[in-house]
């Protein structure tokens, strides 16, 4: 057979393969994304076509305090969420790594529990737990303030407590995936390291931080994507209240949507957020591998 | 000051029921190099890590000069360990690696230079000070992994299998180099290895281990010319020793003939002190090198494969009794393959094992 007669074949079979993906891809994927791109230039409803108004929708964004409300409060929960989850995954891992064998499963497991129930009823778990006349957690706010809190009506309260709920939630997979990275750390380093004189602080700086960066540092990027991400635990709990203290950027985008039938403005907010993720986490990534290098 | 650089006395150690170590004693002195030995699974590294204070001790007691330190955490028992894997800190430089340990001491940066360059020039590292361990060859990383130990300046250096994950010609390479290194520092050194080479050349006193004890301790000639049982017969000199069942048949002041089960028209006169009543049961041990080609009576050994290394040959067959024989002939293409050939010990070269493996002399 000749050299071009067998190269033909093994494109035909290439794209044969690839076929049925690139497919999916460009109906489900590619071509939503160009509808929400070409939207955003629309005053279109949800439904039907609309006029092309150009740079409208991101000129009106940009005078909507609504829209910088709900951006404070992402980054707000990003603050609250990504690195705090990052630092008790990490504790809790090493404590997990010390366990041996089945009581480590049994922990693990224990742990990773939460992640695995449907976001509806971590919400509504947490909803009795912190009920304001009835939840069990109640006592222990009054223990501390004084008097009881309800904290899904509560400014203040609000976001800490939803960023309280994420974390127990999604908590378990970081850990997996610190557990996963503490053992790709051999055994033996640490052995080298106690001979070389090291104490357990030691050993956990100068070996176990550094060897482990890769890993915290995608757990940081993934979080953070995650969190700015946020909308369920805030529409289930608060519905973006009390006086919009816990509105975000994606309630926002359901409401102008499915609420106020406005598809063009909806569009514009999500490209934004679009932006906005994207920007982060390339910058975020960028620093944390140059934070990496120099260890 | 006393020259005792390690001593164990009835050290055991056991991993929940099972016991690995039963009971060893040894003394290594200052400035020799000590060498265990002995077969896959004995405990050398376990024993190799006890003295590094990494396991353990379940009984007994070790000390390192003369303080006892079985009880003493690693870092304070000045021993010094290379590892098989090499354990450098991939994160770390080939010069952070070897100062790892002055640093946490907090030593002055000038210290801390001037050891590692001093160190670095022993091995030939200088060059490779700014790399990252997964920048350089399997040679460099061992001798980074001994620079390692040396900036430490340890009383004991411990080593477990160091050169077993290099290439045949490297190894020979590092063992000179370790030899030398060894001369130069003075320091105790002991070290774990599978390889007879190894042991054999870089020892001053070799440990056989098997079945939780020290089988023999010595210096290697004395292992190979003077085994104190089958075991270490066996396991000292490569290829290992030929063993023949014989029957004692008869006794003379200070000999005895031995006869062939084998093979019973042949039988040999040994000297011996032990007088072995007629129709004990023995083991007779003979080496490769020993056995010689004769023209007439001999044992008549079908030759199946022929090891040729150039220099010399090993001839691997059995006897008519199905007892497996290797016998070693110098030069090459001897042309044996097939055929049966007669060979005669050198009679003042066989050894005398009862059945159950001690020696008989
Ligand atoms: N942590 C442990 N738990 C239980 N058993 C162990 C442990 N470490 C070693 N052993 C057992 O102790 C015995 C001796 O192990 P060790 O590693 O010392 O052997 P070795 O002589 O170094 O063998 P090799 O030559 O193959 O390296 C083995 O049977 C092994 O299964
Ligand atoms: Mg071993």
Not at chain 1, 21 to 28: H, K
Not at chain 2, 129 to 136: E, G, I, S, V, Y
Request: glycine residues 8%; aromatic residues 10%; proline residues 4%.
């Amino acid at each position: 057979m000749s050299t071009a007669k067998r190269r033909r074949r093994e494109l035909r079979n290439a794209a044969l393969m690839v076929g049925p993906f690139v497919l999916i891809l460009l109906i489900f994927f590619l071509y939503p994304t160009y509808k929400v791109i070409a939207l955003s230039f629309t005053d279109a409803p949800l439904i039907g076509e609309g006029e092309w108004i150009g740079l409208a929708n991101y000129a009106k964004l940009l005078n909507d305090k609504l829209f910088y409300t709900s951006i404070w409060n992402n980054f707000y929960f990003v603050l609250l969420t990504v690195i705090p989850t990052t630092v008790i995954a990490l504790l809790i891992a090493l404590a997990v790594s010390k366990l041996k064998g089945r009581m480590q499963a049994l922990i693990l497991t224990l742990f990773f529990l939460p992640y695995v129930l449907p976001v509806s009823v971590v919400t509504l778990i947490w909803a009795w737990m912190l009920d304001f006349q009835f939840g069990i957690l109640q006592p222990l706010i009054e223990a501390v303030t004084g008097k009881s809190v309800p904290v899904f009506k509560n400014p203040h309260w609000v976001m800490p407590m939803i960023a309280v709920v994420t974390i127990w939630w999604t908590n378990g997979f970081n850990v997996l995936l610190m557990i996963a990275g503490l053992r790709n750390i051999p055994t033996d380093l640490y052995e080298a390291a106690a001979l070389d004189g090291a104490t357990a602080w030691q050993r956990f700086w100068r070996v176990t931080w550094p060897l482990l960066w890769p890993v915290t540092a995608l757990v940081l990027t993934l979080q953070l994507i995650l969190q700015l991400k946020l909308f369920d635990q805030v529409y289930l709990l608060s519905k973006g209240g009390p006086f919009n203290s816990s509105y975000v950027v994606l309630m926002q985008m359901y409401r102008e949507a499915f609420q106020l039938n406005n598809g063009g403005y909806a569009s514009a907010i999500a490209m934004v957020l679009f932006l906005i993720i994207v920007i982060v986490s390339v910058l975020q990534f960028q620093l944390l591998r140059i934070g990496g290098r120099r260890k | 000051m006393s020259d005792t650089g390690v001593q164990l006395k009835d050290v055991k150690k056991s991993f929940s029921v099972v016991d690995v170590i039963r009971g060893v004693d040894m003394e290594i002195k200052r400035g020799q190099f000590a060498v265990f030995v002995g077969p896959s699974g004995c405990g050398k590294s376990t024993l190799l890590r006890m003295i590094a204070g990494l396991e353990d001790t379940s009984a007994g007691k070790i000390l390192i000069g003369d303080r006892d330190v079985t009880d003493v955490d690693p870092a304070d028992r000045g021993v010094a360990m290379v590892f098989q894997s090499y354990a450098l800190y991939p994160h770390l430089s080939v010069f952070e690696n070897m100062a790892f340990s002055l640093r946490l001491a907090k030593r002055p940066k000038a210290e801390v230079k001037e050891k590692v360059h001093e160190a670095a020039q022993v091995l030939q590292l200088t060059e490779q000070l700014d790399k990252k361990p997964a920048q350089l060859s399997g040679g460099q990383r061992q001798r980074v992994a001994i620079g390692r130990a040396i900036v430490r300046a340890p009383e004991v250096f411990l080593f477990d299998e160091p050169l077993s994950n290099l290439d045949a010609e490297l190894r020979v390479q590092m063992r000179l180099e370790l030899a030398r290194l060894h001369l130069k520092l003075g320091a105790t050194m002991i070290y774990v290895t599978h390889d007879q080479v190894e042991a054999m050349t870089l020892a001053d006193v070799i440990f056989v281990l098997q079945g939780g004890y020290v089988q023999q301790s010595g210096a290697p000639l004395d292992l190979y010319e003077d085994p104190s049982n089958r075991f270490v017969a066996g396991f000292i000199g490569s290829p290992s020793m030929n063993f023949f069942n014989a029957t004692v048949v008869a006794r003379a002041d200070g000999r005895l003939t031995a006869r062939l089960d084998g093979q019973p028209d042949q039988s040999f006169d040994i000297a011996m002190t032990t007088a072995l009543e007629p129709g004990t049961p023995v083991t007779l041990g003979i080496r490769p090198e020993h056995l010689v080609v004769s023209e007439g009576e001999g044992m008549r050994v079908t030759v199946d494969v022929a090891e040729e290394l150039g220099g010399v040959s090993y001839q691997h067959g059995t006897l008519e009794g199905g007892e497996a024989v290797i016998f070693q002939q110098i030069g090459a293409r001897h042309g044996m393959h097939g055929t049966v050939q007669t060979i005669l010990p050198q009679t003042d070269r066989i050894f005398v094992f009862s059945r159950e493996g001690d020696r008989i002399r």
